[in-house]
């Protein structure tokens, strides 16, 4: 090989915060010859992907809805990351909490107790976080790679949820259709702005936001979790459980990703459907690594992602570009940062110096 | 790059694309479409694809069609809002999914007319249709009775919807009047269009010794592999002969081209009225392909009798007497079944296989 890759001894650590802008910046050049050889102008295409979709009040609004359930899921499931936990059934995990959360309606729909939507969203916790705890225990017991436990768990899930809601989830006076009843006004996550569809699950993941910072940085099992994640050995010596951070993270991942399924249930789509998710599990794990596993930076990340879907919309209504532009859009940032990640980390050298020796 | 500059830039590049936006804005009236598939399934979405370029022929200058593919049932609310809230005069919404996203943004936008597919709840501005397609499926299953070696059929289903099911039914009851011997396996693949999964399903059925693949998704998968498999099928939605030229007996095409020009012209002329329209083979939103050579002159003669039949009225898909597989009564003798048992049926006729999931 006249390349050789190798690793950086030192490598800047400014350079970490600054590669998700430099991918940014890369997508969008990338995106101009993109947008030139559809035959369409680049400057109209990225003003409608990145400014036409805020322009007005209720717009703004909605990337707010879009971002709720990608930066739930993320946080919880940045958290794993950074223990070496590599958790990306969250889809799933969405999904069995948008069930158990919102079978309390289904069972009991003619509750009118302001305490119905608390245990809705307490539910949906507990199913998402039951649904992770799966991989937890064969990851705990017999040391199966929570990679494929926890994907493959994804589509049991999915498979659950066409079950109930071809079966006995379906609305009575819905000729056999497959959705449950709309959702009564008790069920229904309260609108934060009137006019809008944003809810109250954006608190929720505001407050996640917070939470997470301050356990990550501030407390004991934030320290644990990150000790582990970059020194499993030096964590083993200071005592602290690999166990139980592995339970700890994956019920934690679990129980963001089942109150973002059941806030999606019972805000925007307000009732049970065959499909909940458009993928938001699987987008938070780009949104994660955009975010750079940092809560914060996970914020800005979802309101990111959350703006190329409905940009996405709004270049196909306004330009007529098809809907592949938006994948190959996200999948060109997560490139990008790989790449660049990659890039900060290694180094390329020539490798013809050696050539005699060797 | 400073700060000012930076900003400079944003402004100059949203300024030149709302010069751009203005200038694209005109007097011809908007009118949309909403596609659940891409455009390239050669199936459903393909099929109103083909309506809209008809209504956009028909009207020329006077309209301005747009469509969106590949919206996700679940968040497409906020597209047909955003269509909506463009000005658009009447948007079609070509899914069963979209049907209560569609009646949120009606109630919000009483001046805009709105076309939801195979849904079954009205307003003031929405309009349903849906197409029998059963009735070409009745058709199709004289034709695949009168075919049959093996006397096993392969029908491989979406979802346990009345819709699918209907079909199933009409298809068994015909198959079974020209081959009381015929019985009918149903693989349920749980998705619209997924060529893989749609793939597979036909080979499980070629497997299990079904020599006729009747299909009720959208991809031409299914066909490819009866014609590798040296059996026959039947086409979805579309004319699929390219797919499989020596194994596509006929296709059941949907027509939408006629009902979306008629009623774009009544929106246009201020004639347009909410209603619900359900059209067979008499009123053309149902159509048969060229039958294969291969089908003898007798079976061909029958199956064009069963369609002038049905489009006379003379012939009746569901009289009776129907036997469900149960065994109890579905019609009796002199009966047929109404559009109401119709449009909620959810048992097997005698003849097929396996439980109907619930």
Known sequence: ???????????????????????????????????????????????????????TQYEFS?????????????????????ANVWNIGAEGQLTMGAIVGSSLFIYFPETDSVFLLPAMIIMGALGGAAWAAIPAFFKTRFNANEILTSLMLVYVALLLLSLLIHGPWRDPAGFNFPESQTFSESADMPILISGT????????????????????????????????????????????????????????AGALSGIAGLSEVSGPIDQVVPSISPGYGFTAIIVAFLGRLHPVGIFFAGLLMALTYLGGETAQINLGLPVAVTGVFQGMVLFFLLACDVLVHYRFRLNIARKATS | MTRKQLSGLVSAVALAGGLLMGGTAAAEDKIGFIYVGPIGDHGWTYRHELGRQAVQNEFGDKVKTTYVESVKESSSEPVIRQMAADGYKLIYTTSFGFMNPTLKVAKQFPDVKFEHATGYKRADNVSTYSSRFYEGRYVVGKIAGKMTKSNVIGYIGSFPIPEVVRGINAMTLAARSVNPDVTVKVAWVNTWYDPGKEGDAAKALIDQGADIILQHTDSPAPLQVAENRGVWAVGQASDMTKFAPKAQLTAIIDNWDGYYVARTKAVLDGSWKSEDTWGGLKSGMVELAPYNDAIPADVVALAEETRKGIEAGTIMPFAGPITKQDGSVGAKEGESLDDGVLLGMNWYVEGVEGQLPK
């Open chain 1, 1 to 55: 090989m006249l390349l050789k890759i190798e690793k950086r001894a030192e490598y800047s650590k400014s350079m970490v915060y600054l590669t998700p802008i430099i991918a940014l910046v890369l997508t969008v050049l990338t995106s101009i010859v993109l947008f030139e050889s559809l035959g369409v102008n680049p400057i109209e295409a990225l003003y409608q992907f990145f400014i036409a979709p805020l322009d």
């Open chain 1, 62 to 82: 909605e990337l707010f809805v879009k971002a709720t359930p990608l930066i739930l899921c993320a946080i919880g499931l940045s958290v794993g990351f950074r």
């Open chain 1, 197 to 252: 569809r944003m809810h109250f699950g954006t608190l929720l993941a505001l407050f996640a936001v917070f939470g997470a910072w301050i356990m990550m940085a501030r407390t004991l099992i934030g320290f644990q979790i990150k000790v582990i994640g970059e020194a499993p050995r030096a964590g083993g010596y200071a005592g602290f459980s690999q166990k139980k951070i592995i339970w700890f993270t994956l019920l934690f």
